[in-house]
């Protein structure tokens, strides 16, 4: 079954009628070296159900036993989102049937969160939305269904499914957001821009890869339309799993377009989890949502309480990363960007790439100047995001060098990355391969001046009647003749030094 779209409403219209309130849940992975509650390795890409033992698969007689390092990176992100610790906490058995989570159960937290009652402030174009966070929990991640055969990918229509067991016990840290009203139009943008600054966030603590693209993080969108000016929430839909920043924004507008259109029509919008469809951009029916009363919740009997101390907490605290806002600050004076250079890197979700090259020796302007340009048109083209097209700031930053030092332009360090992007190897492996370098042969320059002196008589001419501007077209045809690998500034020397 192909997704179709449903009836929408213009986004200017919807917000003529409707105040739009948003609740985002982040799920991050945790980088731990092993699982939740087991000893099995949790390394990300190994073959399917080769990362399991008795406990993570639920077979009976099986005691789970509390990673340390999770808890450890729980309290920090907690920390780093201004939530307060909790003193004393434990964990719950969340029950429900599924065939990725072998239990029967997931392990979580209830209504004792190990982080809550925080915030993170956002900026978008210029002006600042404070997030609240309602609490992060800790939890384990569930095993991965592939469902083969159909046209979705989901499992009605599938011919089997398939079941991968290793990321079953994953360490988990859910993120949820208190509702963020008042964002009016820019409620797309302010989820898009929350969801990027906390991966940022995640990176900075060093708790996560925080990858979308291999699910490291992951974004459900709570979206609910009232009536304008009637100061309550509307009933809320929850879109699963959403997989990149361009797709938050785009899932929050589907949703308000949509929701408008069932309320016009004199609908109720039904409470309930919703499919985001990459391809078509929509989003489609899954379940209805379910309450807590439905998981049955009861505290998990293997488990001791987590109870941190307050030595423990704030020698965590010491470890934290810069603030982000104050980061951000910082950066742009050290870098010299104006307030729109700074927003556009921000926006492109490419703060923390150029900061890395940077730091890796290019300019500022040059590391913000293909990030920016080149790599965001082909993350633009393919339709993901920035930091997912493979391309590193090592490699960024190596493609600079080679320009600063001479052996390319412009031109040619294009043809670089796209070497890059067809995997042929390091940047210098690509400048050999394909033979990039600029040509700085003296006596391969002079003969190529010269051609183009007698190829072009009367550009010539001009040039020696002291129209030097004429040298373009001269220097046009040496670069042509050099297939762009000549320094154009020594081509314009030699052009001067026959002609003028």
């Given at each position: 079954m192909t997704a179709t779209r449903d009836e929408l409403v213009g986004f200017d219209d919807v917000l003529e009628r409707y105040d739009p309130a948003l609740g985002l849940e982040v799920h991050v992975e945790l980088n731990t070296h092993t699982k939740m509650f087991c000893g099995c390795p949790a390394a990300f890409g190994a073959e399917p159900n080769t990362h399991v033992c008795p406990t993570c698969l639920g077979l009976p007689g099986s005691m789970p036993v509390v990673n340390r390092k999770a808890v450890e990176s729980a309290i920090r992100i907690g920390l780093a989102l201004n939530c307060s610790i909790a003193e004393w906490c434990r964990f719950a058995r969340k029950n429900y049937f599924y065939p990725d989570m072998p239990k029967n159960f997931q392990t979580s937290q209830y209504d004792e969160p190990i982080a809550f009652e925080g915030f993170m402030d956002v900026d978008v174009d210029g002006e600042t939305f404070r997030v609240g966070i309602e609490r992060a929990h800790m939890e384990e991640d569930t095993g991965k269904a592939t469902h083969v055969g159909g046209t979705t990918g989901r499992i009605h229509g599938a011919d089997y499914s398939l079941v991968d067991y290793n990321r079953a016990g994953i360490p988990l840290i859910e993120i949820v957001t208190k509702p963020i009203t008042g964002a009016g139009a820019k409620a797309p943008d302010v989820a898009r821009a929350y969801v990027s600054q906390l991966r940022e966030l995640i990176v900075a603590l060093g708790v996560s890869e925080a990858r979308m693209d291999q699910g490291n993080l992951r974004a459900d969108v709570n979206l609910s339309l009232a009536p304008k000016g009637s100061d309550r929430l509307g009933t809320r839909t929850e879109t699963k799993n959403v997989n990149s920043f361009r797709s938050v924004e785009r899932a929050v507008r589907y949703e308000m377009g949509r929701q408008a259109g069932v309320l016009d029509g004199g609908g109720t919008v039904r409470q309930e989890t919703r499919h985001w469809h990459e391809d078509s951009g929509v989003t489609t029916s899954g379940r209805e949502k379910?309450?807590?009363?439905?998981?049955?919740?009861?505290?998990?009997?293997?488990?001791?309480?987590?109870?941190?101390?307050?030595?423990?907490?704030?020698?965590?605290?010491?470890?934290?990363?810069?603030?982000?806002?104050?980061?951000?600050?910082?950066?742009?004076?050290?870098?010299?960007?104006?307030?729109?250079?700074?927003?556009?890197?921000?926006?492109?979700?490419?703060?923390?790439?150029?900061?890395?090259?940077?730091?890796?020796?290019?300019?500022?302007?040059?590391?913000?100047?293909?990030?920016?340009?080149?790599?965001?048109?082909?993350?633009?083209?393919?339709?993901?995001?920035?930091?997912?097209?493979?391309?590193?700031?090592?490699?960024?930053?190596?493609?600079?060098?080679?320009?600063d030092d001479g052996t390319l332009n412009d031109k040619l360090a294009r043809q670089v990355f796209d070497g890059l992007f067809a995997g042929e190897g390091t940047p210098d492996e690509v400048v050999a391969a394909r033979g990039l370098a600029i040509v700085s042969d003296e006596g391969a320059l002079a003969a190529a001046v010269d051609n183009a002196i007698a190829a072009n008589p009367d550009v010539a001419d001009k040039i020696r009647d002291g129209k030097v501007a004429a040298a373009g077209a001269l220097i046009g045809a040496v670069m042509k003749e050099m297939k762009g690998q000549a320094d154009a500034g020594r081509v314009r020397e030699l052009v001067l030094e026959k002609l003028a």
């Open positions: 379910s309450d807590a009363e439905d998981y049955r919740y009861f505290p998990e009997p293997d488990l001791v309480p987590v109870a941190p101390s307050r030595e423990w907490v704030d020698e965590l605290r010491g470890t934290l990363p810069e603030n982000p806002t104050e980061r951000r600050t910082r950066l742009q004076a050290e870098w010299g960007f104006t307030d729109l250079e700074m927003r556009d890197t921000v926006g492109a979700g490419a703060l923390g790439l150029v900061a890395e090259t940077v730091a890796l020796g290019a300019a500022p302007q040059a590391a913000r100047k293909w990030w920016l340009g080149e790599l965001a048109r082909r993350a633009n083209d393919s339709g993901v995001e920035i930091a997912e097209l493979g391309v590193t700031p090592a490699d960024v930053a190596r493609v600079q060098a080679l320009v």
